[in-house]
């Protein structure tokens, strides 16, 4: 996270635009859900630990009116978005860093995961967020992100790039769709974040939601295109007593009824938003207990 700024007029400044972002109709969901953490995003995301000048001031004023009049999301104004403790790039064109996944990465996505996993895929990566979080977390797993998009494979790889050398040597960004390009490859833990909105919502999703890439966002008509083609194909993807932690929303209860064989347990996070489906929007799946495809 970055350093709460020292100065006075910085100081100042995050408060004012924090008051001018709670009287606009905006939208908070991009890495903070209210508007002084906005505003502070904002501020130290240009500055960087330089102190506020009047040109420095004036750039920011114009930020400020694109993300009030524009609703362009933070992330995309500042050229960076947080995740965790980690400082990524979020280049328009690339989903933004998000993911209540990465709550249970924390816990070590304890009590389901029992040993060190030793290969780990990020699928549908994105900016590589979750599988370079990961990477953090067990030191000695090798880490695979994969994304079709040639967008996203370019940030994930800069993202890479940007980590300390012992994490950067183990992770691999592969461009492939879903499982298409693995070949053989089984994995310990498997993360997946795919798009899971609905088609016939998008359209009337708040602004900020409309910079983001559709391709990004879009599950089909029930949400769930994505999810069936990853459920169908995992079998030959997990080792023995592998596991799979996955996304889905608000479609937990949808989720169980198309997908039964993979006996998903909806956890309980504490950071994250409680779903109208119910749960948090995060599952666990093992897949010794999984009825569908083989695995092993």
């Known amino acids: 996270m970055p350093s709460r700024p020292a100065d006075h007029d910085t100081e100042d ?9 709670e009287a606009a109709d905006i939208v908070f969901g991009h890495g903070t859900d209210n508007a002084r953490d906005e505003a502070w995003r904002l501020i130290t995301g240009v500055l960087r630990g330089r102190r506020l000048s009047p040109r420095l001031a004036s ?4 930020l400020l009116r694109r993300r009030i009049e524009d609703r362009v999301p933070v992330p995309y104004l500042t050229g960076e978005a947080w995740f965790g403790d980690l400082r990524l790039r979020a280049p328009p064109g690339v989903m933004i860093p998000r993911s209540p996944i990465a709550e249970l990465l924390a816990k070590r996505v304890h009590p389901w995961l029992d040993r060190e996993p030793g290969r780990i895929l990020d699928l549908c990566c994105g900016s590589g967020c979750i599988g370079i979080a990961a990477a953090y977390v067990f030191r000695d797993a090798k880490v695979d992100l994969v994304d079709d998009d040639d967008r996203a494979i370019a940030a994930a790889r800069e993202n890479v790039r940007n980590t300390d050398a012992a994490v950067s040597s183990r992770i691999e960004v592969i461009a492939s769709n879903l499982f298409g390009s693995l070949g053989g490859r089984r ?14 919502e998008l359209d009337g999703a708040a602004h900020e939601f409309q910079h983001e890439p559709r391709h990004g966002l879009d599950g089909g008509a029930d949400g769930l295109a994505v999810w069936r083609r990853v459920v169908d194909e995992i079998g030959a993807h997990l080792n023995p007593g592998g596991i799979l932690v996955g996304e889905a929303g608000k479609l937990s209860r949808e989720f169980d009824a198309a997908f039964p064989q993979l006996h998903a347990v909806w956890v309980d996070l504490e950071r994250a938003e409680p779903q109208p489906g119910g749960g948090f929007g995060v599952f666990v799946s093992v897949g010794d207990t999984m009825g569908g495809g083989r695995v092993g």
């Not at 400044?13 to 972002?21: D, G, K, M, V, Y």
């Open 13 to 21: 400044l995050i408060e004012a635009f924090a008051a001018r972002l």
């Open 59 to 62: 750039d920011l004023d114009a």
């Open 187 to 200: 994995y310990d833990l498997v993360l997946c974040n795919p798009p899971y909105a609905l088609t016939a």
